[in-house]
Structure formats: C-alpha cells, structure tokens
C-alpha cells in the first residue's frame, strides 16, 4: 500500500491501529531515534476558484519524528500535537522504506481500517444529507 | 525627538502582573482548555484564522490565558507561532476534494448536489435559551445517545459524496469565463513585506489572516456605498479538506508516496459581482467576474466579506477607499491594528512634554517650535 493511503488511514483511526503496527516493529527489530517527536509548521498552499490561483492560506500545527530501522529513516507527520502517533507513523513508515517482511502482513488489517473509516464517514454524511434543502415552487 | 530611558517601574509592574493573575483565579473556577474547545468552536476558529495558525488546542489556550480577550488571544498564538520552525510547504489545496458538512448558494436554488443546511445558527431563533443555564450533563447524552442510534440504524449509499463546485457548472455553461490553471509560486507575507503594487497571493493572504471586525466593516463599507462591489453568494460551503506533504527527500516520489497529515476545517466562499464591459464590438454588455474568500474553520461572515475585498482590490477606484489596496491590506491586520492603537497608551512623556512647550510658547504670544 502507497504512503498517500496508509497514512490517511493510519491518522484517520485515531492512532490505535498505528500503535500496534509499530510495536511489532519495535518488538522485533533494532530502531534509533533520529529526531524525537518535535512541533513545527506546515505552510497551506492553496488554489483558488476565481482566477485558479495560487496563493498560500496560512500555517497549520504539526508534529514531526524521525525513526531508522534497518538503515532506513522513516518520517512520521501528522496535524496537531500528537507525539506518541508521529513516533509511530515514523515507525511504521521506516518499516515500508526498509521493505520489512511483516509489512506484507499489514494489508488486511489496513484494508480493514480503512473500510470502517469510510463507513463511519458515510454515515456521517448521510446525517449531513439530512440537512438538503427539498425547494418546491409555490403557485402565486 | 528621540526617545529617553526611564526606570522605576520594575516594582509596580511585578504588583501588576500580580492583580492580572488575581483577576484570573479570583473566582475560583477553572475553565478546561478541553472545554473550550468543544464549547467554544467559532472563538477558537476565529483566533485561528487571525493569527494565520490551525492549531485548535493552542487557540484555546490562548483564549483561556488571554481571558476571552480576542486581539490578545490572536498576539499570544502569533508569537507563539514565531518560535517555530516550518519544515514544510503543502501540496495544492483544492477545495473539491472536501468534506463537505455545509453548502448553500444564494445565487441557485438548483446546485447540483443540493443545498446543505449543515450546523448553522442561520435558522434558529436568536433568543437567549434558559434552559442553558441548568444544562444536564445527563440529558445531554441521553440525546447524543439518542442520535448516534439513529446514525447506527441508517443504512446510507456505500458510496462517499463529493460536491463539484457551483462556478464550475456556470463554466460549463459557457455562463463565467474559463481561466487554465496558473501555477506561479506565490508570495509568502511571512516572508517578505508587501511591496505596492501588490500580487494577488499576497492580497489574498493578507484577507484571510485579516481580523474578523475589520475585514467584515470594509466588505459591509463597500455594499453601502464606499465600493463599487455588490455581489450575489454563488457558493458557500464549510467542511474539512485533507492535507499532504511530499517527502523531503524521495526527488522522484510520485503523488501517491506523498504525506497524509490530517485534515483542516475551512470556509470557502465564491460571490458573483456583475460587470459591465465592452465586448468586440466596443458595445457595452454584462459579465460576471468571481471573488473570492476563504477562512480557516467556519466564519462564513468574513469570508463572504473577504470576497467582496477580493474583488474591489481586483479593480482599483480612487473614488472609493475599499478599492485601495494599502488602505485595506494595511490596516485589517489584528495584531497590526491593536497593537498600534494599543502602544498609544504607553508612556509618550517626552513627546506630550514637547507637544505642551508648543502649545506653552503660544500661549504667551511667541512662535511653536514646529513654525
């Protein structure tokens, strides 16, 4: 799985699937601390509608680690204050970097995730659907 | 006339600082950052969007330490926003691929995907509610219970909804004017000072970060009279976009390898203002040109004004102050604005002493030292 996908999946599901993800990582192999979790800022380039420029809308709050395992750094980065999950992001994503047999096992569990992200979603927008507006023309 | 050092207030300032803090405790409640943020959404998204940071938890911080103060609130989460390192720069931003929890148009009844009420105060009664004054902890969720049931017992459509954006549809149409996509890299105002004549990226994002008040007055200015811009609302929608990062150091990484970082709430506002220009055959004729607004979280009154801005710098106008650009981007700034008119109350002795001898020297029939 591309790191687009499992890392909106991992953040979506609120850090419990990445934490045991990371821990069978940490149980099994050597890892070092590159750069321990830190905040810093991520600039928002934005495109606008008017005129379909660019322009850049404001800074957002991240926090960011930096984990190697096997001799490959991995990046953790998420919005927010949210240590323990960049560690772990970090983890996960030095793990698929060093191509680590146990990544093959993560598919299904990451695919499950994913299915009851978007089911939690759908629900959520069928209670903002609720809210369309039915217009009926009044005869005058 | 330079300025003088004095001393002498390091004590009363210690016993200030002192009374600040009783203010604070004296009552002897404690407000929970965690409860400001669940209770308190639009203050913490309207400080966000002034001090240009998304960073829910320090807003309500800020709130809590400045004690409600809004320009406070919006200095302290600035400065603190100074000390941090940006490491990144996101991928573009495009607001369709948004969540989307509310949508309307003023403009259409018909949009396609519908209008979408969503959470608004728009529709409720503007009258105080008493019965928040002995609010239930247990009723309330015995209600929330109550709705996540009925969430539960829903069976929607598998499929997510995403809603393509109104102006879009008119493009479509042939209705607005198509524009390719214009890929040059912005300016950054954090960067550099804005220099006039000014880019549209720097006057766009000098708007979103404006204070609230400020850039609703300017926009309101503008529909009374002070403008020329009266727009119709093509498109309102509230809802949270996903925000990725390329690796910093994969060069040939395609889009798929980038950063998923999380979400960020925005409203997001398109106004049709008619204009008249004169086509080829140097005949007059009416066209429709887009401003545009955008704010962080969900403060849809200042977005929609920050589109009429947009569109009145768009066509400078001696006659009209929200045409100009340096009257309307240079004073719409919080911590620009308070801190400037709040520095006047700051010791100005040497000054006002110098101002009095003027006034002393005329008084006695003689010249001011200014002549």
């Known amino acids: ?140 | 006339m330079g300025y003088v050092a004095v001393k002498g207030g390091t004590e009363a300032i210690e016993a200030s600082l002192d009374r600040l803090k009783y203010d604070r405790l004296k009552e002897a409640e404690v407000v929970e950052i965690n409860t400001v943020l669940a209770t308190m959404r639009h203050l913490v998204d309207q400080v966000m969007s002034e001090a240009s940071l998304y960073a829910p938890f320090l807003a309500a911080l800020a709130i809590k330490q400045a004690r409600g103060s809004m320009e406070e609130a919006v200095f302290l989460l600035r400065a603190h926003r100074s000390t941090l390192p940006r490491h990144y720069y996101s991928e573009t931003v495009d607001t369709e691929d948004m969540f989307v929890e509310r949508r309307v148009s003023a403009s259409f009844k018909d949009i396609p995907g519908g209008q979408l009420l969503g959470s608004t105060n728009d529709y409720a009664h503007r009258l105080l509610d008493f019965d928040l004054v002995k609010e239930s902890k247990e009723e309330n969720q015995n209600w929330l219970r109550t709705y996540h049931e009925r969430m539960k017992a829903d069976h929607p459509d598998k499929d997510l909804q995403f809603f393509p954006k109104v102006v879009d549809y008119l493009r479509a149409e042939g209705l607005f004017e198509r524009y390719p996509l214009d890929d040059t890299p912005p300016n950054d105002i954090t960067k550099e000072s804005i220099q006039f004549p000014t880019g549209r990226s720097e006057r766009l994002q000098v708007l979103t970060r404006g204070q609230t008040g400020a850039v609703t007055s300017l926009g309101y200015a503008s529909l009374r009279g002070y403008g020329q811009v009266h727009p119709t609302i093509g498109e309102v929608r509230v809802g949270s976009v996903p925000i990725h990062v390329q690796h910093p150091y994969e060069e040939d990484s395609e889009q798929d390898d980038s950063f998923y970082i999380g979400d960020v709430q925005l409203t997001e506002v398109e106004s049709f203002v008619p204009v008249t220009v004169k086509n080829n055959n140097q005949k007059e004729e009416l066209e429709f040109e887009i401003g545009y607004g955008i704010s962080f979280g969900q403060n849809e009154t200042k977005a929609i004004a920050m589109s009429i801005l947009d569109q009145c710098l768009q066509k400078p106008h001696g006659e009209f102050p929200t045409h100009d650009e340096e009257f309307v981007l240079l004073h719409i700034d919080s911590v620009e604005s308070t801190g400037f008119i709040s520095h006047l109350k700051l010791p100005h002795y040497v000054t006002f002493q110098s101002e009095l001898d003027s006034v002393r020297q005329v008084k006695k029939g003689g010249e001011s030292n200014d002549s």
């Not at chain 1, 991995?74 to 983890?91: N, P, S, T």
């Not at chain 1, 979603?121 to 507006?133: C, D, G, R, W």
């Open chain 1, 1 to 140: 799985m591309k790191r687009k996908q499992r890392t909106e999946i991992l953040i979506q599901d609120g850090g419990a699937l990445a934490k045991e993800l990371a821990e069978s990582v940490m149980q099994n192999y050597e890892y070092r601390e590159i750069e321990e979790p830190h905040y810093g800022l991520t600039m928002i380039k934005m495109r606008e509608t008017a005129k379909k420029s660019l322009f850049y809308l404001g800074e957002v709050l991240v926090t960011e680690a930096k984990i190697e395992v096997n001799q490959s750094i991995g990046i953790g980065i998420v919005i927010g204050m949210k240590e323990e999950l960049a560690e772990h992001l970090a983890i996960i994503d030095a793990a698929y970097r060093a191509d680590l047999p146990v990544t093959a096992t993560w598919q299904t569990q990451l695919e499950t995730a994913a299915e009851k992200i978007h089911q939690q979603k759908v629900k959520e927008q069928a209670e903002i659907l609720k809210t369309k507006v039915n217009f009926e023309t009044m005869e005058v």
